[in-house]
């Protein structure tokens, strides 16, 4: 029954109290992105380390898609799984969907610090397993590049980067310099004038996609696919699961593997789970949050229903939430 200024400020310091007391990183949980979005800028302009958790439409066909959602969402889940986080502000519908589990996050990050001794060929096959493209010239996230003893690497968003052993987020590309094999030099530089500005002595690499299949997986993926073929009888699904295999063999495309989450993970972790236990969590209108949950369940279930309908997966990986 609190107006919002009120409301805000009673969520800020409970969080505050929280967090002095237990250490803990208080999730909260509201009806809708326009109170998520109010109260994460309350948040932001009294200096509290939060992070607004966003629901994302998965891409079930092969077509490009923006991935600024899904740097928000794993902005997020390395804040929880390093604990850097006062607060997480989401709604059901995003809290309930299936993402990377925790300890797939953890498995897929790495540091690099000057001094270290760098197998170039390894490096660039964790980054590979990490997400990130090669490409000739660093231009955005997720993107790195090779050019004798340098190597640029772009982080997404949630990589953190340490300046004179300070932790500091910057949304700049990084340049590696090898003296042989070993790190000489690290700097933040700039992406539009490829220039080196700030020196750096060390950064984490983080996943840059929110799912990620290793040859295992695709090579489950691709059975899936081809036994589906088999058994479409509409033209347009063989068309559509045709070139999937297309793109799966010639490796040009791997949107459409937000259809095979629950493949690809098979744990089927949410948000809820990348926290060590169980978080401290405030949930503001409980009737209005169990509506929107119980209608995002819903809708999800009918685009699940037509896509098993139309032979484009099969029924036991058509799940894509947590219930």
């Known amino acids: 029954g609190l107006c919002d200024g009120a409301e805000s400020a009673l969520i800020f310091s409970l969080v505050s109290d929280i ?15 326009r ?17 607004f958790y966003p629901v994302r439409d998965f891409n079930f066909y092969d077509m490009t898609a923006s991935r600024e959602l899904e740097y928000d969402r794993l902005r997020v889940l390395c804040g929880v799984a390093f604990s850097t986080l006062d607060a997480v502000i989401t709604t059901p519908d995003a809290l309930l969907q299936y993402t990377m589990p925790r300890e797939e996050l953890l498995a897929r990050t790495f540091s690099i610090g000057i001094g270290d001794t760098v197998d170039t060929d390894e490096l660039l096959r964790k980054l590979l397993a990490t997400g990130y493209s090669p490409c000739e010239l660093v231009e955005g996230a997720g993107q790195y590049a090779v050019r004798g003893g340098i190597i640029d690497i772009f982080p997404t968003l949630g990589a953190s980067v340490e300046i004179d052993g300070q932790g500091e987020g910057e949304a700049l590309p990084i340049r590696i310099e090898l003296f042989g094999d070993e790190i000489d030099r690290l700097t933040l530089f700039d992406p539009i004038t490829q220039r080196s500005r700030t020196p750096i002595e060390r950064f984490s690499i983080t996943p840059s ?3 990620i299949a290793d040859d295992d997986k695709i090579s489950k993926i691709r059975d899936q696919v081809s036994e589906l073929l088999g058994i479409a009888r509409d033209d347009e699904a063989k068309k559509e699961l045709r070139h999937e295999l297309f793109s799966i063999e010639a490796k040009t495309s791997n949107s459409f593997f937000d259809k095979f989450i629950s493949l690809i993970y098979p744990q089927r972790k949410s948000l809820l789970d990348s926290f060590k236990d169980t978080p401290a969590s405030i949930v503001c209108d409980i009737a209005g949050v169990r509506a929107k949950a119980k209608k995002a369940l819903e809708l999800e279930r009918e685009l699940a229903d037509a896509l098993v309908g139309a032979c484009l997966i099969s029924e036991e990986y058509a799940v894509y939430s947590d219930t």
Do not use: Q, T, W
């Not at 109170?35 to 992070?51: H, P, T, V």
């Open 19 to 33: 967090k002095a007391k237990y250490g803990k990183c208080v999730l909260i949980l509201v009806d809708e992105e």
């Open 35 to 51: 109170r998520a979005n109010r109260l994460n800028d309350f948040f932001r302009k009294s200096g509290m380390k939060r992070e």
């Open 209 to 211: 996609k929110e799912i």
